[in-house]
């Protein structure tokens, strides 16, 4: 009776595992170009990186993926959506850029938001402006270390927000 009662224990502890325990993060996916990247900054002080740590430290399963390429455009973007939002993300953090009016190239950032919605996820959108009074690199175009920790930061409550939580 009590082997009985210890493997019923047992089975119990080990099903509340399979569904507490294993609990699969939210995915957020930063979609964007060289910002986004983190370019001359490590991964691990891109905004992406940072702000899965500070969501994750308000207590968030959270997955943030970078999916930020140097020189995108929004063409780009669109092209390669399908294969950088998994099925399931909750969450796409756009950042445009300014390489679409550098390039002479068209804006494709309305069929991005549609082509999302369609799918069922939401977009926070992070404009250019968003940029302005961080530190940068010397360069004036990207942000430091210091700049992608400050950016996300002010993402933090928006992302949250739109994982409802």
Same mark, same amino acid.
């Given at each position: 009776?009590?082997?009985?009662?210890?493997?019923?224990?047992l089975l119990?502890a080990?099903a509340?595992?399979a569904?507490f325990?294993?609990?699969?993060?939210a995915?957020?996916v930063?979609?964007?170009a /060289?910002?986004?990247?983190?370019? &001359? +900054?490590?991964?691990?002080?891109a905004?992406p990186a940072? *702000?899965e740590a @500070?969501?994750?430290?308000r207590?968030?399963?959270v997955?943030?993926v970078?999916?930020?390429?140097?020189?995108?455009t929004?063409g780009?973007?669109?092209?390669r959506?399908d294969?950088?939002?998994?099925?399931g993300?909750?969450?796409?953090?756009l950042?445009?850029?300014?390489?679409?009016?550098?390039k002479?190239a068209?804006?494709?950032?309305?069929e991005i938001q /549609?082509?999302?919605?369609a799918m &069922? +996820?939401?977009v926070?959108?992070?404009?250019n402006g968003? *940029?302005?009074? @961080?530190?940068h690199q010397?360069d004036g175009?990207?942000?430091?270390?210091?700049?992608?920790?400050?950016?996300?930061?002010?993402?933090?409550g928006?992302v949250a927000?739109?994982l409802g939580?």
């Open positions: 009776m009590i082997a009985r009662h210890g493997r019923i224990v119990g080990l509340a595992f569904m325990g294993t609990a699969h993060a995915t957020v930063a979609l964007g /060289s910002n986004a990247f983190g370019k &001359g +900054v490590s991964r691990s002080q905004y940072q *702000l @500070l969501l994750r430290a207590g968030l399963n997955r943030v970078n999916a930020g390429i140097n020189g995108d929004t780009g973007m669109l092209a959506l294969r950088v939002v998994p099925k993300t909750s969450v796409v953090i950042q445009p850029g300014g390489n679409d009016r550098r002479l068209a804006d494709n950032t309305p /549609s082509r999302l919605g &069922g +996820v939401k926070v959108m992070l404009p968003m *940029l302005h009074g @961080l530190p010397p175009q990207h942000l430091t270390p210091e700049g992608y920790h400050m950016l996300a930061e002010q993402l933090a928006q927000a739109a939580k």
